[in-house]
């Protein structure tokens, strides 16, 4: 008996064997989206760069503040114009189809903005009525491939339609695509922040990559600095362009400086020449983002980890700049995930991701305390001014009441339509 | 692979007599083991306890255990096994059909591509067969080897940067694994 049972385990695990050649495998299947572009031509797009019906706010991007009015960045597609005279009531008024926008600036009556590598002049005398007054074809090189395509160059891509596939994993592994380049069109736009720059010209933040200081707009790339003479503002003129490092992210003016942001550190420039800006200091850190703000004699920081930014570190740096081209480090205070950066005397606003808005007290540097934290909203960037806090957040522009910082009240909402 | 089947198939043979015994006709069984299931990318450990009524050359029960292959997942399912032959040592045969519940390891949470992941379970199957040695004492050592089969669900949250930042919100990506692997188990069994 044992002898058969013997038999029987035999070939039973020899077909075990063999199964295990044969049968033994794993299996994956990947389903994801991807983005296929919706061409226009580019006569039809320039066409439609006007002062169209309003729409509703969906994927918000940089905002910019002229007089009364708010340019509000929707990422990819254009600019809302939102009449901002009563904050408790903002309206939108309309809307500028600009494919590939994510930045701009203004001076005067004029507003410059990218259309993906291109810049338009815009007239928006009234805002209502807007004109376009001169476009720069390839002004921004770095921005010619949209999304990680290689758009076709007589057509402009004005929409993604998503679409979802179903492969396996081994075959998405070997398809030698980027992987996150079609989705930059869902990318978010970090604000801003308020700028020394006065009128006549407007307020970004110190997520922008536009600014203007005087006759000149200062945009920056990648890894590049680009001057554009804006003394004849509807007819700029690219002048000059400044390499730079990698991992440039923001530009902010103040005075006759430029502070860049880069992944890696600050650059300060001089305008002492404005059409040639050099570089008189700078400010190494860890590689994180490092939205920027300054004054006279010191700059405020923002490093944040988390997705292309990398690093592990989250907090506010106050740099002594007093002394360029010497910098040095102050002080650091810790936050969760910091953003854009905003100071209106000695309040500093912060906005710390899912943490909230945060208000400070910086009138002593060496002791900066927190006032409030408005909570309970995912913060982008901020611009305080007036006693108003613009703040976009993920689920919309919100509109904070400062003037009484033991009672800050929020004045208005615009949500977002998902 | 090879090596393991050729080291069991020595086991077998350098076995030595066991007693008989005697099996009421039904009775309560518990069948406890511990094993590896081996697959294309990865040898995992696994245990598993399976308790329910059998008979001489029948047996069916409620079984549940770990497993670690890919995720770590707690697979509950219905084990049935039919015994052949009689004497000191039995052949038999075993068909298992469940579910693999996700209890996922932090890590196995942890996507390569900036993510974080949700892991869903899926079903179980589970067949083969075994030897079973009869000891004095009503209880028997298994070994046992066959094939295994496991699904699972991976739901990675992915945060897609670009060039003025990152996506609000993540792009959720699916991966659908169908594992199929060769299970090599020993046990006790008490009755």
Request: glycine share 8%; charged share 15%.
């Amino acid at each position: 008996m044992r002898n058969n049972n013997r038999l029987l385990l035999l070939p039973l695990l020899l077909a075990v064997c063999v199964l295990q050649t044969a049968c033994i495998k794993d299996d994956c299947t990947h389903t994801y989206t991807y983005y296929e572009p919706v061409y226009r031509t580019k006569d039809e797009v320039r066409a439609n760069i006007k002062s169209n019906a309003p729409q509703e706010v969906k994927n918000p991007g940089k905002i910019y503040i002229k007089g009364a009015y708010i340019f509000l960045n929707e990422i990819d597609k254009g600019i809302h114009v939102i009449d901002n005279s009563n904050p408790a009531q903002p309206k939108n008024l309309s809307f500028i189809n600009i494919p590939g926008n994510m930045d701009m600036a203004v001076k005067g009556n004029t507003l410059y903005a990218d259309l993906y590598q291109d810049l338009i002049a815009i007239d928006i005398t009234n805002p209502q009525q807007i004109v376009t007054k001169k476009i720069i074809d390839d002004a921004f090189p770095h921005r010619r491939y949209a999304n990680g395509f290689m758009a076709d160059t007589n057509m402009i891509i004005i929409n993604w339609t998503a679409k979802t596939q179903s492969i396996s994993c081994s075959e998405y592994q070997n398809r030698g695509s980027c992987r996150g380049c079609i989705f930059e069109t869902f990318s978010t736009a970090d604000g801003n922040n308020k700028s020394a720059g006065a009128s006549p010209f407007g307020s970004g933040g110190s997520m922008a990559r536009f600014a203007i200081v005087n006759n000149y707009l200062y945009t920056v790339g990648n890894n590049n600095l680009d001057v554009f003479d804006i003394n004849n503002s509807a007819a700029p003129t690219k002048n000059n362009s400044v390499p730079l490092s990698f991992g440039i992210e923001t530009i902010y003016p103040f005075k006759d400086r430029l502070f860049i942001g880069s992944n890696t550190g600050m650059l300060i420039y001089s305008l002492q020449n404005p059409a040639t800006p050099n570089e008189i200091g700078k400010f190494e850190h860890a590689r994180v983002c490092d939205p920027v703000i300054a004054e006279d004699n010191v700059a405020f920081v923002t490093l944040r980890s988390g997705s292309t930014c990398a690093g592990f570190t989250n907090q506010l740096d106050v740099v002594n700049i007093q002394w360029l081209p010497a910098t040095s480090l102050f002080k650091s205070y810790p936050m969760t995930n910091p953003h854009g950066l905003s100071k209106d005397g000695n309040t500093l606003f912060v906005c710390d991701g899912a943490a909230g808005l945060k208000v400070l007290n910086a009138t002593y540097l060496s002791d900066i305390k927190t006032i409030t934290t408005i909570s309970n909203i995912d913060t982008y960037d901020v611009i305080a001014q007036n006693g108003v806090a613009l703040v976009v957040a993920k689920d919309g522009l919100y509109q904070y009441d400062y003037t009484n910082l033991n009672n800050i009240r929020l004045l208005s909402k615009i949500g977002i339509t998902q | 692979m090879k090596f393991i089947c050729l080291c069991l198939l020595a086991c077998i043979n350098c076995w030595g007599a066991t007693a008989q015994k005697k099996v009421s006709k039904f009775n309560f069984q518990s069948i406890n083991e511990v094993g590896f299931t081996a697959g294309e990318n990865a040898t995992r450990m696994q245990f598993s306890t399976s308790n329910g009524i059998g008979n001489k050359n029948w047996y069916a029960g409620l079984a549940t255990g770990m497993d670690f292959y890919r995720f770590r997942t707690v697979p509950v399912y219905t084990d049935f096994r039919y015994r052949f032959l009689k004497g000191p040592g039995q052949v038999f045969a075993y068909i298992n059909t469940g579910y693999h519940f996700a209890w996922a390891t932090t890590n196995e949470k942890v996507n390569i591509w900036q993510g974080s992941s949700t892991v869903q379970g899926g079903v179980h199957f589970a067949a083969g067969g075994g030897y079973q040695f009869n000891l004095k004492n009503k209880h028997a050592i298994l070994i046992s080897a066959g094939y295994s089969y496991k699904r699972a669900t991976e739901k990675v949250n992915l945060t897609i940067c670009g060039f003025a930042g990152c996506n609000p919100s993540p792009v959720v990506e699916e991966y659908k694994y169908r594992l199929r692997r060769l299970s090599l188990k020993v046990g006790w069994l008490l009755q």
